[in-house]
């Protein structure tokens, strides 16, 4: 089994917390102090992000494996039945922890997966230029996120305000997606495939997009028919796709909602209109 890196913080309820493709747990970092006054809060890198080594090479790191991963990590932790936060592929992996284990909630945060049939091409070539350019550009975009309409220039199509970004995070934003080992293995693994659920989700779920999310588009990558009945969908006032840092407030309440269901009604997916 990978070990997985993790950084641990709070008391109260286990609430994991995980990232988006390219992304490490550092992601989760504007939100993560606050959460920590209610909840016993994991932030986890998922195998071949951040500090956590990738899974053995014979592994394919389709979304499930990646979730198996935590689901380990979990057990060495001696958790049960966390809330569970997840952003883009988070969100993916996310859903397929709850497949395989109790969670208490889901919060799903622009997950990755919800789209009809393979990956829109317009979502695989932003990630690829995302990609490239962390690996091949680092120096030139580690100068300009210096300064707020460099952040504006880099972090445009990913982030609803840029310019709210600090330069710590930006550098570390970069960092995370230009470095990572898993991000090649793990983008191919989910080309050619979609979330489809393989067992009933017993916990609350809200999904939560972004109002600037320019990376999942509304009409291709936001089907929601393998989702639970009852799942919630909301939005995120000014939050782009990687919304952590583009309106905490809006991010930490609807984690805080969604922990406080007590459980999942049977009933259709409903909308909240964006405020």
């Not at 109260?12 to 606050?34: N, T, Y």
């Not at 014979?58 to 991963?69: F, G, N, R, S, W």
């Not at 060495?76 to 909630?105: F, K, Q, Y």
């Not at 919060?107 to 690996?135: E, K």
């Amino acid at each position: 089994m990978t070990s997985l890196a993790y950084t641990r913080h709070g008391a109260g309820e286990p609430l994991v917390l995980l990232h988006a493709l390219g992304m490490s747990r550092r992601a989760w970092d504007p939100v993560l102090p606050a959460l920590a006054e209610d909840f016993d809060v994991i932030a986890v890198d998922l195998p071949g992000f951040g500090d956590s080594a990738p899974l053995p090479p014979e592994v394919e790191p389709l979304p499930a494996a990646l979730a198996a991963a935590v689901a380990g990590l979990l057990d060495e932790l001696g958790v049960t039945s966390p809330h569970l936060g997840g952003n883009s592929l988070g969100g993916w992996v996310a859903l397929e922890l709850a497949a395989i284990r109790p969670a208490g909630s889901l919060t799903l945060l622009a997950p990755a997966g919800l789209w009809a049939r393979n990956t829109p091409t317009y979502c695989r070539v932003s990630l690829l230029a995302t990609r490239w350019l962390a690996r091949h550009a680092t120096r030139a975009l580690s100068r300009l996120v210096r300064y707020r309409l460099g952040r504006a220039l880099v972090f445009g199509q990913t982030q609803g305000h840029p310019m709210r970004l600090t330069s710590g995070y930006a550098q570390e934003a970069l960092r995370a997606m230009g470095t990572c080992p898993g991000f090649d293995a793990a983008l191919r693994a989910t080309l050619t495939r979609r979330y489809l659920a393989t067992a009933p989700i017993g916990a609350p779920v809200t999904v939560a997009f972004g109002t600037r999310d320019l990376v999942l588009l509304p009409h291709q990558s936001r089907h929601l028919d393998q989702l639970p009945p009852g799942t919630r969908l909301t939005a995120i006032p000014g939050g782009g796709h990687l919304s952590m840092a583009d309106n905490p407030a809006a991010v930490i309440a609807i984690i805080n909602e969604t922990t406080a269901r007590d459980r999942v009604q049977d009933g259709p997916v409903m909308m909240q209109s964006p405020q």
